[in-house]
C-alpha cells in the first residue's frame, strides 16, 4: 500500500517562502502523476501542480510564477517551492499521486500566509 508523506508547511508572512516535500513509500513502482492540491476553509480541494514521471506540468493559474514544483523520480518524491506567498494562498495542502487504477492523497500539512 502506497503512503504518502509530507512536510514542510507552516506560517509564513506575505511574500515569504516555504517548500514543501512528499515521499511515497511502499511502491515498487514509479507513481505515473505527483502533485499538491489544496483546501481552504469552506472551499472545494483545488489543483495547485502536479507533474508526470516524463516531466510535464500543470499549474493553477493563481500560482504559476510563484510556485515550482519538481520530482526525484527514483525516490517517487515531489516537492513543491511556493515564493512570493499571499494570504490568499493560506490551506491545507494535500500530496497526491496517480498510478493507473489507484490514487493516493497524504495527510495534509497546513500552509498559513499572515497579511
Known amino acids: 500500500q502506497v503512503q504518502l508523506v509530507e512536510s514542510g508547511g507552516g506560517l509564513v508572512q506575505a511574500g515569504g517562502s516555504l517548500r514543501l516535500s512528499c515521499a511515497a513509500s511502499?511502491?515498487?513502482?514509479?507513481?505515473?502523476?505527483m502533485g499538491w492540491y489544496r483546501q481552504a476553509p469552506g472551499k472545494q480541494r483545488e489543483l495547485v501542480a502536479i507533474?508526470?514521471?516524463?516531466?510535464?506540468?500543470n499549474y493553477a493559474d493563481s500560482v504559476v510564477g510563484r510556485f515550482t514544483i519538481s520530482r526525484d523520480n527514483a525516490k517517487n518524491t515531489v516537492y513543491l517551492q511556493m515564493n512570493s506567498l499571499k494570504p490568499e494562498d493560506t490551506a491545507v495542502y494535500y500530496c497526491?499521486?496517480?498510478?493507473?487504477?489507484?490514487?493516493?492523497w497524504g495527510q495534509g500539512t497546513q500552509v498559513t500566509v499572515s497579511s
Open positions: 507533474k508526470t514521471s516524463a516531466g510535464s506540468t
Open positions: 511502499g511502491s515498487s513502482f514509479r507513481l505515473n502523476v
Open positions: 497526491y499521486a496517480f498510478h493507473p487504477l489507484s490514487t493516493y
